[in-house]
Nanobody, 115 residues
Framework: QVQLQESGGGLVQTGESLRLSCAAS????????MGWHRQAPGMQRELVAA???????NYADSVKGRFTISRELKRNTWYLQMNALNPEDTAVYYC?????????WGQGTQVTVSS
């Protein structure tokens, strides 16, 4: 089964930046999109950012202009650059890989932004 390894979470102060990475354990076929969801305490899980194999991106309104998603298909790796972080970004971030008929999830990485 495909395994996704996440890294890059941590504790930062308001206005600082983090870069999340997600790497698949093996060569992936049939990819349609990849990205991140996040879930904050007491909140519904939401899509943060996604990128299709063709390069089309989609962002939550709350992160537009601050977050940038990119990917290296040959390395089965994708990234989320998060700038100008604020406490509302505090959540567990789960990377995902979408195929035509299935979805795979990382284990989650904690992002905490202090005021």
């Amino acid at each position: 089964q495909v395994q996704l390894q996440e890294s890059g979470g941590g504790l930062v102060q308001t206005g600082e930046s983090l870069r999340l990475s997600c790497a698949a354990s093996a060569t992936i076929s049939g990819i349609t999109a990849m990205g991140w969801h996040r879930q904050a305490p007491g909140m519904q899980r939401e899509l943060v950012a996604a990128i299709t194999v063709g390069g089309h991106t989609n962002y939550a309104d709350s992160v537009k202009g601050r977050f940038t998603i990119s990917r290296e298909l040959k390395r089965n790796t994708w990234y989320l650059q998060m700038n100008a972080l604020n406490p509302e970004d505090t959540a567990v971030y789960y990377c995902f890989l979408r195929r035509l008929n299935s979805n795979f999830w990382g284990q989650g990485t904690q992002v905490t932004v202090s005021s």
